[in-house]
């Protein structure tokens, strides 16, 4: 049975960079509001979107088909 002291001993494991992410994921599971348009993204969440929207810009993209094809599915 999972219980809070399972999970905070569980906690002490995660990587003091990957805190912050816990955090704000944690806070968007306690929120009351419905609209969750005020969840903060962290600047590694920032970043990896930017790069994406570059790829997209530039070209760099394939179908879904040929992802699935590229790992065999």
Do not use: C
């Amino acid at each position: 049975m999972l219980t809070l002291n399972t999970i905070l001993e569980e906690i002490k494991d995660v990587p003091v960079n990957r805190l912050e992410e816990l955090h704000l994921f944690i806070k968007t599971l306690i929120s009351k509001k419905e609209n969750h348009n005020d969840i903060q993204l962290t600047d590694w969440q920032i970043e990896l979107i930017e790069e994406g929207e570059k790829d997209i810009a530039e070209g760099r993209v394939i179908s879904h088909e040929d992802f699935l094809k590229s790992y065999g599915r």
